[in-house]
């Protein structure tokens, strides 16, 4: 069974960092794109960053450029988002998907705030 799971979300001041991390199993994430997705309350999904296959290619949300780092490891299966400086509009749930076969996580929780 493919599955892709999220962790690494919390509880962090304004200014903090977080590195979340997604882990897949039943299936390589090596010949895949891959991004992440997050939303907040009462808000539309948005897309906050996507990665290429072999991770040389990488595109991100205008609100987190400059800000957030998407990576992947595919020895470990496993895709990353490093968020810095978070604000508190950063807050919502964090979702990693592979787009080609609507492959979704179940979501992890971060939370910014003072």
């Known amino acids: 069974q493919s599955k892709l799971v999220e962790s690494g979300g919390g509880s962090v001041q304004p200014g903090g960092s977080l590195r979340l991390s997604c882990a897949a199993s039943?299936?390589?994430?090596?010949?895949?794109?891959m991004r992440w997705y997050r939303q907040a309350p009462g808000k539309e999904r948005e897309l906050v960053a996507d990665?290429?296959?072999?991770?040389?290619?990488?595109n991100y949300g205008d609100s987190v450029k400059g800000r957030f780092t998407v990576s992947r490891d595919n020895r470990k299966n496993t895709m990353y988002l490093q968020m810095s400086d978070l604000k508190p509009e950063d807050t919502a749930v964090y979702y990693c998907?592979?787009?080609?076969?609507?492959?979704w996580g179940q979501g992890t929780q971060v939370t910014v705030s003072s």
């Open positions: 990665i290429n296959s072999v991770g040389n290619r990488k």
């Open positions: 039943g299936f390589s994430i090596s010949a895949y794109a």
């Open positions: 998907a592979v787009p080609l076969y609507d492959y």
